[in-house]
């Protein structure tokens, strides 16, 4: 293969020798990235103990321990130590899953060395090495051309450019770059940059230089932390200090001080946080979304911004022809990619080229002019070649056309930037015919006639206006236009001249076709989604009118750059989209929605993407044919590169959210009636209602397994048609604060009239009937914040069977407390005669039918107002 080079300037052509190439290592390195440091296991799970609440309980917890409360050190020690390996198991899992995936560049490569072909690792490239590239084959390195032969290059995965570029050598933009693909054709080219000097190199470089980000919950479960970490303390200390003061045990009032602290704080809240994220992640990968951090798909679900890429995101990244112009006829063509299933249709009917003579024509050059072909691969269809001639191959296979022999062909002038035409000879009957193809206005300059179904005839102004006038209005809807002709051999040879013109072949790279409606679904939800690709403007409105993406203004990366920061703030706050775009202009963008303070998720699957997708409050990449440096960006990989996927995880994030806020609400509620009974009875000066053990039970036994069970309720009928929450959305609120107080009071005063209800009789009594009483209360509320709008009958008193085996078995807990031996010596307690729990029943009820009969009448309100249309789920 070297001799067929040989024609070119006067490189030689021995290549590097062994000993040269050893000496290049030395001075540039390996031909592969320079690997990130990963986080370690070890500091991975150190990592799930520095929010602020674990914090809090690691410092209780040796408290406790030097107090020797070794059963409270004990409980609280679980709790920590489950929250922590639930946290690291998620995060290493994803870690080690995307490892796999990193390597993009060619494990082999054909390269010259010591005179002869050889192949090599690709990492072994050294600047100055010879490479071979031909159809098919990853390109290695950055590298500038010595020889080509028909040369085209797909960039896409650089610059989201969805069309094979040509390639000569001599001219401007003939260097060819790591990671891209050789479409079509053949080349010889010298290395020029290997691993972080390459393209791919630098946009990974930058890739790095984005700093690490804190989710939107985390930062919300953050400012919870220290709010009630602060109020804790404050809380505890001034009890200690009352309690001194009125003259009461020091060491006594010390326990009620961790005790109150330990009451104040959920210490359930960061294992129920981790539980619910980490199912709700589980959940997502069934539904083919892997979340590379706990938080991701959250943040997701807060999206108010969806920044998308074009090319393989929204689109399939497979040419398909979706039309024929032929002087008196158009054809549809149905199907999509490279899957021979669909058909040409004319004026609705299916039509072959066995019933179609300029069809049959058509489709003959598009066949036989090419080195594209098709194949099965299982269940699917691979090309291999140019994508667009694969079309053209796939469009032929649609017609029921006749392939053309393996040898056919007998010569070939292969395409080229300067002269946009390829033409082959191929055996016909007893003779030979040249086909040709290229861009319409090049391949008009050769024909002197025109096919139609009556026959050829002259090419006269008036057929050339009207072919001239179909080129243009199929490429005005962004379409790329291929011209056919076909003429006769002169004496076996090829001669573009005197042929005659065939018709126009309209090909685009068309939209996947779940995306439309993902699209109409995030923008229902409140979401704009924002188009940002490397292709054409006339491309990309093409695809976005087919998407019913609103774009009113196009704006390329040229244009951006020469805009403000101001004036871009302006340009984002219309329906736009942005074409020709390169790397920096989508990290611009996303830098400039985030300064609105939107909370922006980015797709892409290219290399091009991966700065934004790491400056984006979520990146998500595509699975499978996203580049590993995209992936590696991201925090939500999608594991079919499915759109409609995004939609799903949007929905998920809400209803993660949402949970969220109810089971804080809910451990909140039932603490804040803890406090309440512990801070009044101190106050009057009674014995301690609740011992620290019973307080722990409570908020880790009880609580936490109910609070689980409410994390996985489902998503509310209408969480999908009201707008993302702000940014600065607080996981209380003043609502929430309202709720807690309204319930605090109610549970600790029922609690604490308990207590002193039954205090002269026993002690003991007194305590287990209050503190069986909390629990109780504390179970039955749950009820009224499975949802903080609906009615439980409204979203189905069965739909979360979770949570009624929760309560089954949290009550089953709590009887077992108060009559089991061991529990009894655990906890201090002692057995309840029928008298107590029928107290204890009808104290109950209030926490069951209040809430639920407010949320029945708003309910009912907002249905009379807004009529039944506006609360039908």
């Known amino acids: 293969m070297a001799n067929a080079f040989q024609h070119g300037s006067g490189l030689s052509l021995t290549g590097l020798t062994r000993q040269e190439a050893e000496a290049a290592r030395k001075k540039y390195g390996w031909n592969e990235l320079p690997r990130v440091k990963r986080t370690g296991p070890l500091l991975v799970f150190i990592r799930q103990f520095s929010n602020f609440l674990v914090l809090i309980l690691i410092a209780a917890g040796i408290i406790a321990f030097t107090l020797g409360e070794y059963a409270d050190t004990l409980a609280i020690g679980l709790v920590i130590a489950l929250n922590g390996v639930l946290g690291f198991v998620q995060e290493w899992r994803a870690e080690t ?69 040509g390639k000569t050598p001599g001219e401007d933009g003939s260097e060819v770059c790591a990671g891209t693909v050789v479409a079509a054709g053949r080349a010889l080219a010298v290395v020029t940059g290997t691993g972080a000097q390459t393209s791919f190199g630098k946009i990974a470089s930058l890739t790095g230089s984005v700093g690490l980000k804190k989710t939107n919950l985390q930062v919300q479960l953050g400012r919870l932390a220290m709010q009630l970490g602060f109020a804790a303390m404050a809380i ?120 179609d003579a300029v069809l049959a024509e058509v489709l003959n050059a598009g066949m036989t002019c090419t080195h594209a072909n098709l194949h099965r691969e299982g269940d699917h269809w691979e090309m291999t070649g140019a994508p667009t001639e694969g079309a053209l191959v796939t469009l032929g296979c649609k017609g029921w056309a006749d392939p053309p022999q393996p040898d056919a062909v007998l010569a070939e002038i292969p395409f080229s930037s300067e002269r946009k035409l390829m033409s082959v000879l191929v055996r016909s009957g007893n003779g030979a015919k040249v086909f040709t193809k290229g861009a319409p206005e090049q391949v008009l300059k050769i024909c002197t006639r025109t096919m139609t179904q009556a026959g050829p005839r002259d090419l006269g102004a008036e057929e050339a206006a009207r072919i001239t006038a179909a080129y243009e209005a199929m490429a005005g ?236 309720e489902k998503g509310e009928p209408d969480q999908m048609e009201h707008p993302p929450r702000r940014k600065d959305t607080p996981i209380l609120g003043k609502g929430g604060v309202l709720t807690i107080l309204a319930f605090g009071l109610y549970t600790g005063l029922a609690s604490l009239w308990v207590f002193l209800h039954l205090l002269p009789v026993n002690e003991d009594l007194a305590r287990t009937t209050a503190f069986t009483a909390m629990v109780l209360f504390e179970k039955a509320s749950v009820f009224a914040f499975r949802s903080l709008h609906l009615p439980c009958w409204r979203i189905g008193f069965f739909s979360n069977l979770f949570l009624l085996a929760a309560l089954a078995v949290t009550i089953g807990a709590q009887v077992a407390a108060v009559y089991w031996p061991p529990l009894q010596v655990l906890l201090h307690t002692v057995p309840l005669q029928a008298e107590q729990w029928g107290l204890i029943g009808l104290l109950v009820l209030p926490v069951l039918l209040v809430p639920e009969g407010l949320k029945t009448l708003r309910y009912l309100a907002t249905r009379r107002r807004k009529g039944p249309a506006a609360v039908q789920a």
């Open 97 to 165: 899953a995307l490892e796999s995936l990193r390597n993009m560049l060619s494990p082999q490569t054909l390269v010259l060395r010591d005179g002869r072909e050889q192949m090599i690792e690709a990492r072994e490239l050294v600047p100055g090495d010879l490479i071979i590239l031909e159809a098919g084959a990853r390109i290695p390195a950055d590298a500038a051309l010595h020889d080509a032969s028909g040369l085209r290059v797909d960039e896409s995965a650089l610059t989201g450019e969805s069309v094979p570029i």
């Open 236 to 355: 505890a200390t001034a009890i200690l200090c009352l309690g001194l003061y009125m003259g009461r045990d020091v060491a006594e009032m010390f326990m009620t001080g961790l005790s109150l602290s330990v009451a104040m704080v959920p210490e359930g809240l960061p294992a129920v946080v981790t539980i619910t994220l980490a199912l709700g992640a589980a959940a997502m990968v069934r539904q083919k979304a892997l979340a590379r951090r706990l938080q991701a798909i959250e943040t997701l679900g807060a999206a108010s911004v969806i920044c998308t890429d074009k090319t393989g995101t929204l689109t399939e990244n497979k040419m398909t022809v979706t039309g024929i112009w032929t002087l008196d006829r158009i054809y549809q063509v149905t199907g999509t990619g490279y899957d021979p299933t669909g058909h040409i249709a004319l004026d609705g009917a299916v039509i072959g080229a066995k019933d």
């Open 477 to 712: 809807e962004g379409l790329r236009v291929i011209g056919l002709a076909a003429g006769a051999a002169q004496g076996g040879t090829i001669d573009e001249k005197d042929m005659t013109f065939l018709g126009l072949a309209g090909l685009i790279d068309p939209p996947r076709p779940e995306v439309r409606a993902a699209i109409g679904a995030a923008r229902s939800a409140g979401i704009r989604v924002i188009m940002i690709t490397g292709d054409s403007p006339l491309t990309a409105q093409a695809i976005a009118t087919q998407l019913e993406l609103p774009a009113g203004k196009t704006l390329t990366g040229d244009a951006l750059e020469a805009l403000e920061d101001a004036e871009l703030d302006q340009v984002l706050r219309q329906e736009v989209l942005f074409a020709r775009t390169r790397p920096a202009h989508k990290m611009r963008i996303v830098s400039a929605l985030q300064e609105q303070h939107q909370i922006v998720a980015m797709t892409g699957d290219g290399v091009n993407d991966a700065p934004a997708l790491k400056k984006a409050d979520i990146g998500v990449s595509m699975g499978v044919r996203g580049t590993d440096v995209a992936k590696d960006a991201s925090d939500l990989v999608l594991l079919d590169d499915n759109f409609a996927t995004i939609v799903r995880a949007i929905g998920e994030g809400r209803r993660q959210f949402g949970n969220v806020r109810k089971f804080v609400r809910y451990l909140l509620s039932s603490n804040a009636g803890e406090v309440i009974a512990l801070l009044i009875n101190i106050l009057i000066g009674g014995p301690l209602i609740f011992l620290a053990t019973q307080i722990l039970w409570m908020n880790l036994v009880t609580d936490g397994v109910t609070a689980v069970a409410l994390g996985l």
